[in-house]
């Protein structure tokens, strides 16, 4: 399934409006009693996660959607924006008004993810429903209708109806893909549980669970409505269902299996609850089912009958993502009412996950950032871990609300980018109310961030670099298999170049290749992060000349500790070991002697081997044990005292490469070749040494170098 940046979300630039910006509440009193929201009046008003909507005038004298984020209890304020003009435009432009106690109201239905619905009236008076998610961008993508109404909305889900047309329309604001999920259908009951679309099915009682996404039917449930159901309302568990204003109600638990009667009567269904306005008692009565058995109704309200026979979201309103009741007063102010009603244990009501892929770079037209989201059926508090192969923490974001709106854009807590490879991540949230939590799981890839050890073609795994007698050198990369899997050519090296593929010495991350050439000239070949090899005529610096003094050219990853990789050099006439510190600006600092390794057979740059996040170096003596060095990262590029790896070991070997990770488990391996051409590789253990050998190819004799 393709992804796109937020492309789906109309945007439309109302920086105009930028008087209408509210300002943050202060902290919550001592008194946990909700505190009335004054107004000066109100005209329209919805509820939802804690996030209510309502019709107002500003300090500017202008009216607009006010959206204020709630404390999970009702009775702070926490957050303060609008979602939208409602005034007047100059050119007639307006929101969609009906009559109601304020005079006409803005029918609205907010969303359960700070999103609210209505219809703006253009200047020929046709209608379009918009979905405002930021006080100053909308999906607005709808068809022009008229006598449009909105019949339920849960998270980026919505349905309504058009008189002009006859017909009902069910779409989605898509924040991070292209999926069309648009309906077009005929006027019926409908109600939408994320990706659920709840119809009437053939038959008295019977509904219809349909998924959007996957475009089928899923589910019949037979409800034993007498009737053909004229209102539905979903909330997890809980199908309300009336068989018109004066007939049956009930409300089936999907749960266990039964149908519970309920009054009848206009209603707004909480989660384990209803409410309904007693017009002739001026109260607001609530009926609590959530046990199986709906109880007596109880009021929790003065709200006065009036001459609109439905207030419904015009003077009232009712939370169903577990949350309380709203309602407008005789003195124009907001009171949240608590139901007292124990919501469902916290779960998810759907998600919508990014690709099991991404690219920080944004090289390949794709998202620069993992961007996934979940609608929760009540709020709560999140925390996203994601580790890298071998469980250690990349980044952890935290937040609130029903919503998940996650953004990881491959960067750790100090704001440099994480390794390339496959992560894994966790997401747990636990209820506001302390009544359940939700976990889930899983993993994706991240390329475009910092490069492993020996990995140029930027994706993860390393790869070696081999010269032929013929002057062809390849770049041979891995599945991820621990073996090499295919090879990408270019011609023309002379005898005697010395390859050492390098880390980013700039800002592009894509690692760099040195190439030491026959006349002791090193050059500096530019990263391509993709699968291609290097010819003498690529992109490329010179780093000076005279390296034909160093017999041993390699790259042990980070020893200086600032993230970047870094070149050893031992000297021929000495045995001296340079340390030449990448200075991120396409450059190597001047050398500076951290040891004197001239009886070393071999000096090999490994990578972090460890798991400490320092480059590390093996060498092998003349009795053919394997040493490890370990990188401190201090300034310096020092290494701490050797340990022992291996005794007696590789004394058949000509050749032995840090060839980073080729296993695809993290882990940076070895591999080498011997005298009869046979390639080895030596799994990586992450603590600093390395599993038995395993044969990986063999004919190998016929490359001259192999680095």
Not at 99 to 103: D, K, Q
């Given at each position: 399934m393709t992804r796109r940046a937020r492309i789906a979300l109309t945007l439309v630039s109302l920086a105009a409006l930028s008087a209408g910006t509210l300002t943050t509440a202060g902290p919550a009193a001592a008194d946990t009693t909700p505190t009335p929201i004054a107004t000066d009046g109100v005209w329209g008003i919805d509820y939802a996660a804690g996030y209510l909507t309502s019709v107002e005038y500003r300090p500017n004298g202008e009216q607009y959607v006010v959206g204020r984020q709630l404390s999970p209890d009702g009775s702070t304020v926490l957050e303060q924006d609008t979602r939208g003009f409602a005034g007047i435009f100059a050119d007639g432009t307006h929101l969609q008004r009906v009559?109601?106690?304020?005079?006409d109201c803005v029918p609205m239905r907010s969303t359960g993810n700070q999103s609210v619905g209505y219809f703006q009236v253009d200047e020929y008076g046709k209608e379009r429903a918009q979905v405002w998610g930021t006080p100053n961008s909308y999906h607005g993508t709808e068809p022009a209708v008229t006598g449009g109404r909105f019949v339920d909305a849960t998270g980026r889900y919505f349905v309504y109806n058009a008189a002009s047309t006859g017909k009902q329309y069910v779409d989605a604001v898509n924040r991070y893909r292209d999926q069309d999920v648009r309906l077009t259908r005929s006027v019926?009951?409908?109600?939408?549980?994320?990706?659920?679309?709840?119809t009437p099915g053939s038959g008295n009682g019977v509904v219809t669970q349909y998924d959007l996404e996957s475009k089928k039917t899923v589910t019949t449930v037979s409800t034993g409505a007498p009737c053909t159901v004229k209102e539905l309302q979903v909330v997890g568990r809980w199908i309300y269902w009336n068989c018109g204003p004066t007939g049956a109600a009930g409300v089936y638990d999907r749960t266990a299996k039964k149908n519970i009667t309920v009054p009848s009567g206009p209603a707004l269904v909480g989660d384990g609850y209803l409410v309904q306005h007693d017009r002739s008692a001026g109260k607001l009565m609530l009926t609590d089912f959530h046990s199986g058995t709906a109880a007596a109704a109880r009021a929790i309200a003065d709200l006065p009958g009036g001459n609109t026979a439905d207030q419904r979201r015009l003077s009232w309103t009712v939370d169903k993502f577990g949350g309380g009741v709203a309602y407008v007063g005789t003195d124009h102010a907001i009171r949240i009412v608590p139901s007292g009603v124990p919501a469902q244990p916290l779960g998810k009501i759907e998600s919508d996950l990014d690709n099991a892929y991404f690219d920080a770079a944004g090289r390949y037209g794709g998202n620069m950032a993992w961007m996934s989201t979940w609608q929760l059926n009540k709020p709560a508090t999140w925390t996203f871990t994601v580790k890298?192969?071998?469980?250690?923490?990349?980044?952890?974001?935290?937040?609130?609300?029903?919503?998940?709106d996650l953004e990881w854009d491959g960067t750790t807590e100090s704001g440099a980018y994480a390794y390339n490879g496959q992560k894994s991540w966790t997401l747990t949230a636990k209820a506001a109310d302390g009544a359940g939590t939700y976990t889930t799981s899983g993993?994706?890839?991240?390329?475009?961030?910092?490069?492993?050890?020996?990995?140029q073609g930027g994706y993860a795994y390393g790869e070696l670099v081999t010269l032929n007698s013929s002057g062809t050198l390849s770049l041979q990369?891995?599945?991820?298999?621990?073996?090499?899997?295919r090879k990408q050519n270019a011609s023309g090296w002379p005898a005697g170049t010395v390859a050492v593929p390098f880390g980013d010495m700039g800002k592009d991350r894509c690692a760099e290749l040195l190439v030491r050439m026959p006349n002791g000239e090193l050059r500096r070949y530019a990263g391509k992060c993709g699968e291609s090899s290097y010819a003498p005529a690529s992109s490329h610096t010179s780093l000076g000349t005279g390296w034909n003094a160093y017999n041993v050219l390699t790259a042990p990853g980070d020893l200086t500790g600032d993230g970047r990789t870094d070149l050893l050099a031992r000297k021929a006439s000495t045995g001296d070991v340079y340390l030449f510190a990448n200075d991120g600006a396409s450059k190597l600092k001047p050398g500076v002697k951290i040891r004197s390794w001239g009886t070393y057979k071999k000096i090999v740059g490994a990578g972090d081997l460890n798991g400490d996040g320092f480059g590390d170096v093996l060498v092998q003596d003349r009795a053919g044990t394997l040493w490890r060095y370990d990188g401190t990262g201090t300034g310096t590029g020092q290494v701490k005292e050797r340990v022992k790896v291996f005794s007696n070991w590789g004394t058949s070997y000509n050749t032995v490469v840090g060839v980073g990770d080729i296993t695809g488990d993290g882990k940076n391996d070895l591999v080498s070749r011997d005298t009869g051409g046979n390639l080895y590789r030596n799994d990586g253990n992450g603590k600093g040494s390395f599993g038995a050998r395993v044969k990986i190819a063999t004919g190998w004799q016929g490359y001259k170098g192999i680095f």
């Open positions: 009559p109601c106690e304020a005079g019926t009951a409908a109600s939408v549980w994320g990706s659920a679309l709840w890298d192969a071998q469980g250690r923490t990349d980044r952890t974001l935290k937040g609130s609300g029903t919503e998940i993993t994706f890839t991240l390329s475009g961030g910092r490069q492993g050890h020996h990995d990369f891995t599945n991820g298999g621990g073996t090499f899997d």
